[in-house]
């Protein structure tokens, strides 16, 4: 396997930069907002669902 060096770990950083840049342009914050609100509400609880303290 390749190693990775700085110049690909920068390209890489660019590439992800541009990608979020442009989707970000697309983004609908009302529709996000308005699916994370119903996230969750019809579902019962499942097994091993429980956080231990």
């Not at 590439?15 to 009302?30: A, M």
Request: glycine share 10%; net charge positive.
């Amino acid at each position: 396997m390749k190693k990775e060096t700085d110049k690909d770990v920068a390209l890489n950083a660019i590439r992800i930069e541009h990608y979020f840049r442009e989707r970000s342009g697309r983004g609908d914050i009302g529709k996000a907002r308005r699916i994370l609100a119903k996230a969750g509400r019809d579902t019962d609880v499942r097994p091993g669902d429980a956080v231990e303290a």
